[in-house]
C-alpha cells in the first residue's frame, strides 16, 4: 500500500483525523504521498491510484519532472536546498538545518517559507476540488512544529492576497498528523485488521 493511503488509513483509525468524515493526510518526504478520505473510507479512484500528489503539475513554466509537487515539495530537497545555500557538511542533515530556522536564519528561512508556501498552495488546490474539513501533514519533517505553523501561515497568506477564495472556500484545518513518520505502519495494520474482518467500517 503507498504511504501516503497508509497514512491516511493511519490517522482515520486512530490520529488526526480519526472521526473527521472527509479529510486527507498529506506526507512529506522524497515526494508526496497522499491519502484522501470520502466519508469515512479511503479514496481509491478507478485505477486504486487516487490521492498520488506528488504526479500534480504545480510549475508551467519549467521543464520535465521539475514542474511537478513530487519536486516542488519535496521535504528532502528543501533540506537540501538549505543544507547546500548554509554550507553545511552533511546535505542530509534536517536537525541542523532546523536548528538554523529555529534561529532565523534569513537565507534558511527563505526557502523554508517558500516550500511552506508550495505545500499551503497544494492543500488549496487539493481542497478547491473535494472540499474537506482538516489535513494530517506527516513525514519525518512534520516532527518539526514549526512546518505546520509556517504551513498555516502561509495559506493565511494566500486567502488574503486572494480575497474572492477566502469568502468562497471554507478553510480547513491543517495539523500535524499523529503518527509522523511511522504513519504507513500503522495504516497497513489497520488496513490488514480490515480485512481480516478484526475491525468492522
Known amino acids: 500500500m503507498p504511504t501516503g493511503k497508509a497514512g491516511a488509513l493511519a490517522e482515520l483509525w486512530l490520529g488526526t483525523l480519526k472521526n473527521k468524515k472527509n479529510s486527507a493526510a498529506i506526507i512529506l518526504g522524497t515526494g508526496v504521498g497522499g491519502g484522501i478520505i470520502i466519508n469515512n473510507q479511503l479514496l481509491q479512484g478507478s485505477h486504486f491510484q487516487s490521492g498520488e500528489l506528488s504526479f500534480m503539475v504545480n510549475n508551467y513554466q519549467l521543464k520535465g519532472y521539475d514542474k511537478m509537487v513530487w519536486m516542488s515539495c519535496s521535504s528532502v530537497k528543501m533540506i537540501e536546498q538549505i543544507a547546500t545555500a548554509l554550507n553545511l557538511p552533511d ?11 529555529n534561529l532565523k ?23 478547491s476540488v473535494i472540499d474537506l474539513s482538516i489535513y494530517a501533514i506527516g513525514g519525518g519533517i512534520s516532527a518539526q512544529s514549526l512546518l505546520i505553523e509556517t504551513i498555516n501561515q502561509q495559506y493565511d497568506e494566500i486567502l488574503l492576497e486572494l480575497p474572492l477564495i477566502k469568502k468562497t472556500l471554507t478553510r ?19 488496513s490488514l485488521l480490515q480485512q481480516e474482518d478484526y475491525i468492522n467500517d
Do not use: H, S
Not at 91 to 101: N, P, R, T
Not at 105 to 127: E, G, H, P, S, T
Not at 172 to 187: K, M, S, V
Open 105 to 127: 536564519n534569513k537565507l534558511a528561512w527563505d526557502i523554508f517559507r517558500r516550500y511552506c508556501r508550495r505545500v499551503a498552495y497544494l492543500i488549496l488546490n487539493v481542497q
Open 172 to 190: 480547513p484545518e491543517i495539523r500535524t498528523a499523529r503518527f509522523e513518520n511511522n504513519a504507513n505502519l500503522y495504516g497497513a495494520l489497520y
Open 91 to 101: 546535505k542530509k542533515d534536517g536537525l541542523a538545518v532546523f536548528e538554523q530556522l
